[in-house]
Nanobody, 122 residues
Framework: QLQLVESGGGLVQPGGSLRLSCAAS????????IGWFRQAPGKEREGVSC????????NYAESVKGRFTISRDNAKNTVYLQMNSLKPEDTAVYYC???????????????WGQGTQVTVSS
């Protein structure tokens, strides 16, 4: 079974940057669309970004467009989410997830990581 592990979360001041990583062990990510999602306390889970298996297609939530960039390095079996100009409202647990098929944020994803906390606060 595909296992995903997120890393790179932490505490950052408003306006700062973080880079999240989503790595897989045992199985290749080459054939999977990878999505990043987040969930803040008391709120529903929100799709943030996704990238297709070959990296040719990406999507972003309106709230992060121009600030976040998703990328992947299939040689390292890792997907990244570069987050710049962070705002307090970006505070949430961030999850990566995998699915076979199109890069669509509102689709069903089959495999999920455990999440990494991102806190944006002064």
């Amino acid at each position: 079974q595909l296992q995903l592990v997120e890393s790179g979360g932490g505490l950052v001041q408003p306006g700062g940057s973080l880079r999240l990583s989503c790595a897989a062990s045992k199985f290749s990510l080459d054939y999977y669309t990878i999505g990043w999602f987040r969930q803040a306390p008391g709120k529903e889970r929100e799709g943030v970004s996704c990238i297709s298996s070959n990296g040719g297609s990406t999507n972003y939530a309106e709230s992060v467009k121009g600030r976040f960039t998703i990328s992947r390095d299939n040689a390292k079996n890792t997907v990244y989410l570069q987050m710049n100009s962070l705002k307090p409202e970006d505070t949430a647990v961030y999850y990566c997830a995998a699915r076979r098929g199109l890069c669509v944020l509102f689709a069903s994803y089959d495999y999920w990581g455990q999440g990494t906390q991102v806190t944006v606060s002064s």
